[in-house]
């Protein structure tokens, strides 16, 4: 049960009638389309003609229909035993799947044993990590080595690398390519992402995050990389002691909520010195390389964006603030403040930085580097739940990638990122049943993406009202996280 989302009467045999079909594979879009749904799956797909025999009619007339959204990075289960409103705002959003970035043993424990919470309608999880890497467990080679162990043991989906240095890097990337396990996450300052590509990383998460990649399409690449100082870490204990992963979150959080306040004066130096000396050629060139080796992004640029912009008005007093818990709330307060207290070089830094994070995304996306949408949602100052996922598409589009590219990068670009391909992200038999509908045309504009008419999650039907209604709730309570 939820506290928010109320059981659909809408499910069993469903009938979306006379609606346009959006294939983000093909990128075509045809009118005139009956979906079945029996139980959680699509069972036909045809030109519209009598009703379905005993079937809920949902009139899809001059509307849309995708498959349901993903988003490809958050931490919904950082707070497991309270995800109600996280989900509820994810439902209601259109987003029906997630992967999550952050995990601990006792979470895939949950999983195997099927103790996950499932509120009404909620998203399924895609895929998670176990413990991040940090110096807590990841502090040497051999360290790295041994945490990937037993994340693949664990049964992780991956493993995510949060705060490493190259050689403890590198070192699980090689123990996880013999496991045939994937890792991803964030690059240390000290690693060339070229070295990281070629290496076999699985995915590069918030276009670095840092100064690292841009250093790569500078033309002062030495100069930058030779005064890059690396980022100062909490004092996480490095001893290994029942309970250390919550004492390491708890240390962390903090500047998890908003890494850019801890930003040095010589990283601020770092990113005004790559960005004033971009050279298109040398990002082209790291493009084709990551395209050479498959090396995934997941830009979450609205994650970047409210570090960067971290006292903006933009985000400080963003109505949607009244679905957030009390407590979360205070603790981005107290980052805004903390953003607002940076020299104002630094600042300066950071907000310029913002014209080349989102030129780079546009070069990625021309070169075809495989990209996923992401947000970072949960624990991220001023990043609102589902509604983040639209925000992201927004800031994709800012950076100039067609509305195409972007539906891609939350349905069909997920399955084949995650080795589903053919499992979800289409409108098609066999397919399961995880739709949204639309009042407008997806393949004309990214906006439409939010012009939601109802969600249809796992075979259940919600109308506008209804998800309305779900906000409302929420509104009322806050307690997404």
Known sequence: MSRYVEPSMVNGRVLVRDVTVVDPLDGRGTPGQDVVVEGNRITSVTATGAPAAGAHVV????????PGLMDMHTHALNTPEDVDGTYALMLANGVVGFRQMSGN????KSRSQGTLPRPTGAPALKATAGDLLTPLNASTAEGAVRAVREQHRDGADFVKAGM???????AALREANRLGIRLGGHLPADLDPR???????????HL??????FAAASSKESEIRAGSPARKLPPIPRVRIPGADRLAMKLIKGMVTNPATSTSE???HAYGLADGSYDQQKAEELAALFVEHTTWQCPTLIRVHTQQFGDSPEHTEDPRRRYMAPEELRTWDKSAKKF???PGVTRNALHNHWAAQLRMTRTFADAGVPMVAGTDACGAAGIIPGFALHDEFGHLAEAGLEPLTILRMTTTEPARFLGEEGEFGRVAPGMPADLVLLDEDPLRSHTA????????RDGSWWSRADLDAVVERVAAKPGAH
């Open 59 to 66: 009139e899809g007339r001059g509307r849309c229909v995708v």
């Open 105 to 108: 043993r006792a979470l895939l």
């Open 164 to 170: 490493t240095t190259r050689e403890t890097f590198l």
């Open 195 to 205: 070295e990281a590509a070629r290496a076999g990383v699985w995915s590069i998460e």
């Open 208 to 213: 670095g995050p840092g100064v690292t990649v």
């Open 266 to 268: 010589g990283e601020a």
């Open 340 to 342: 607002a207290r940076l």
């Open 449 to 456: 993406l939010r012009t939601i008419a109802g969600v249809m």
